[in-house]
């Protein structure tokens, strides 16, 4: 494949590719990046970012205040290894499958091989149990472990077996896990954490159901039915539709009561309510003509975007209200800082900047010249029928 700079190509391009659909555009055996951009295609990006304020949403919840900075950074290097590590199984376990649905992906196109990417797979799981072992304790380090053994048998066995909704148990480890690695001794003895366990249950139930008929559908007994299996059975879209907005409904009641249960403020409720309340909206349109696939769609992209905006309000409420004034006078001292240092180094800098502009002006001047050199001697091609020799 040609690289491209035409935005029409480049940018729907990469969009599939950080969500796992096809492609970073221009990928391909000669690019120089190939397989970086391949091994970034495996972990999906975008479904990465989003397990960060999920994991998140628990630890702050049960820290009550700002971790410190290598605990936060540990934290995401942990959630981003381990999810990054459980879609990349799963584009191992689908790579025969993904011949015919997602050809453009990195493994059935051939960008890598079935080894590499089980190997990569393996050491990121690794990677994300060590580090909280190591940084957050042995109780977090067995939520984890429990979420990436189920992940696994989700991957093999229940996905097709007991259905999609299999999934949203294994999601509901996120919080537990970021709880555990804050507060472990807590962790069964507040109500919370398993709540927010339940609120992403109830959102992942709703978000698997909506996007089912947006998916081919195939005909069984001359009725239309989900390509995919829900809970051991292949709903009609209609059902799908149905279970969907139910899920978006509760999930609706259950930020509220986040909000009231966890006493959180105003940045929360701007975040999450509107987005919940827009998710309700979505089912509903798609309860009403449940096989328009763009209803569908637009219902599965408003919730792919829901559960970040109600942790990450999570998140951000708590950091801002509790932190908000350390803040201020943080970035207020920092600012002071910066500008005594710069006066003080004032002499210095200007001699330093003098050199910059200097050694820039003697690049662009012998870029000039090698241009006009290279010009002046190039060979100007012979008209036709008066080369050498005729």
Known sequence: MKFSFDTSKVIPAFGRAIMGHGAFPGTGPSRKLALLESLIELTRPF???????????????????MPSPLALLSGVIAVVMA??????????????????????????????????????????????LAITAAAFGMIAFFVLLVAEILSFFYCVLTRDAIGRLSLPPIIAFFPLGGWAAVSPDTLFASPLPWFLAAIVVTWQTAH????????PLKEVDGKKRCIDKA??????????????????VLLLIEVIVLGVMAELGLIYWLLAIPISAAMVLCSIGLLASSTDRKRAFLAFNTASLALTFISGGVCFDLLLRMHLDGFLLWILQASKDIIAWVELQAASLKTVAYWVVLVVAALVTLAVIGKVVKELTRKTPEPDGQASGD
Do not use: C, E, Q
Not at 98 to 118: E, Q, T, Y
Not at 208 to 215: F, G, H
Not at 231 to 248: E, T
């Open 47 to 65: 479904l990465v970012v989003m397990g960060i304020p999920t994991v998140g949403m628990g630890a702050f919840l049960a820290a009550g205040l």
């Open 83 to 128: 999810v990054s590590a459980t879609h990349t199984f799963n584009d191992w376990v689908d790579r025969k499958r993904d011949i015919k649905v997602w050809p453009n992906r990195p493994l059935p196109a051939g960008r890598i091989s079935a080894p590499l990417a089980l190997l990569f797979a393996a050491a990121l799981a690794a990677g994300s």
């Open 208 to 215: 698997t159901t909506v996007k089912m008929p947006a998916r």
């Open 231 to 248: 809970l051991f059975f292949y709903p009609s879209p209609k059902a799908a539709a149905a279970i969907g907005f139910a899920f978006s």
